[in-house]
């Protein structure tokens, strides 16, 4: 059976991840029986150099005749003075989230074992481990309110939830919750904002369909706060656009780079699969850029999309396996012996 899917590299070190991921996905294929047929778009900077448009037609039309989208990353210093919507992010890849109705972003977060050291927390605050999933609505909020603008002497955003959004978002993360360990923390603003007690309200009242799971409430400030002074409390973290994106990052801090963050965004019918981080433009071309986060999507997207658990869980696995023999790129090097993008790459494919 052939599987096919929307292959968007996009910008910085987008391409060269992307490689590797398409590398490992080869090798799973070959192990499990399945086939992958691979069909390329463009999205970001790329597609503003190649076609005028952050997100052209074409791209978006590839995404919704596939089975599943893997993304890059977008963006670079070459694109920031563009007027916002013509940017790579609110006009490439936040169009595509919108138009693909992508509403969950799943971000899980954990500390392997061998790579415990580059944590920025002293030891024994990770004593009881650190096992997150955040959960983060991703099709509205603040990001995609209006009225929205800027000019010299004002700029606006609005932020806007209704409670249909909320209560599919909250779903998605009780339901997370019950194979996990059965709690969930939802952060909000709720002592200053509107839409925070919406949220709040909403939550308690789609709580009440999962008896089985913890559900503890807490503002973000005192959230980002938590994360640093005993992120072992966290199961699952349920929360907003903004609020998801930003503690998305710090927990990924903790996990010791970014570059080994993977996530799912999950939507009505078609799935997307994209590393956290950015495009690092500072280190683009360099092929030295940690390809883990990008390789995890593709596992995710393994498990989400084609409900393909046991090819999920060999690259899983294998990832686990080669952080474990001690392979690093520079990222997670600590200073000692690094290997390249492409060589940890191999390496995982070898292993899967
Ligand atoms: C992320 C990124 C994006 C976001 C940017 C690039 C628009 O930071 O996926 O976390 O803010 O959602
Ligand atoms: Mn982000």
């Known amino acids: 059976m052939s599987h096919r899917i929307a292959v968007l590299p996009g910008d910085g070190i987008g391409p060269e991840v992307m490689k590797e991921s398409l590398k490992v996905l080869d090798a799973v294929a070959a192990k499990v029986g399945i086939e992958f047929e691979y069909a390329e778009g463009a999205i970001g900077g790329i597609a503003i150099d190649q076609y005028g448009t952050p997100l052209p037609e074409s791209t978006v039309k590839l ?47 954990k500390v392997y074992d061998a790579v415990k050291g580059l944590c920025p927390l002293a030891a024994d605050r990770l004593s009881g481990g650190l096992d997150i999933l955040t959960v983060r609505e991703l099709s509205g909020g603040i990001y995609f309110g209006t009225p929205k603008k800027v000019d010299d002497t004002t700029g606006m955003d609005t932020m806007i939830y209704s409670a249909g959004e909320v209560e599919r978002i909250a779903r998605i993360g009780f339901e997370a919750a019950k194979s996990r360990r059965k709690k969930v923390t939802s952060v909000d603003k709720a002592n200053v904002l509107h839409t925070s007690i919406l949220w709040r309200n909403t939550v308690e009242r789609v709580a009440k369909d999962y008896p089985e799971i913890e559900l503890n409430h807490m503002y973000v400030d005192n959230a980002a706060m938590q994360l640093i002074l005993d992120p072992s409390q966290f199961d699952i973290i349920l929360t907003g656009n903004l609020f998801g994106d930003i503690l998305s990052d710090e927990s990924a801090a903790l996990a010791g780079s970014l570059g080994m963050l993977p996530s799912a965004s999950l939507g009505t019918e078609i799935n997307l699969f994209e590393p956290s981080g950015g495009s690092a433009p500072d280190i683009a071309g360099k092929g030295i850029a940690n390809p883990i986060a990008q390789i995890l999507s ?55």
Do not use: H, Q
């Not at 294998?318 to 012996?337: F, H, M, N, P, Q």
């Open 63 to 109: 995404c919704s005749s596939s089975e599943a989208v893997l993304l890059g990353s977008i963006g670079g210093p070459k694109w920031d003075n563009l007027p916002p919507e013509k940017r790579p992010e609110l006009g490439g890849l936040l169009a595509l989230r919108k138009s693909l109705n992508l509403f969950a972003n799943l971000r899980p977060v």
């Open 298 to 352: 593709a596992g995710m997207m393994l498990e989400y999309s084609l409900a393909n658990i046991d090819a999920a869980k060999r690259i899983y696995s294998a990832v686990d396996k080669v952080i474990a023999s001690g392979l690093r790129t520079a990222d997670i090097a600590s200073g000692g012996e690094t290997v390249s993008t492409s060589e940890m790459g191999d390496a995982i494919a070898a292993v899967v």
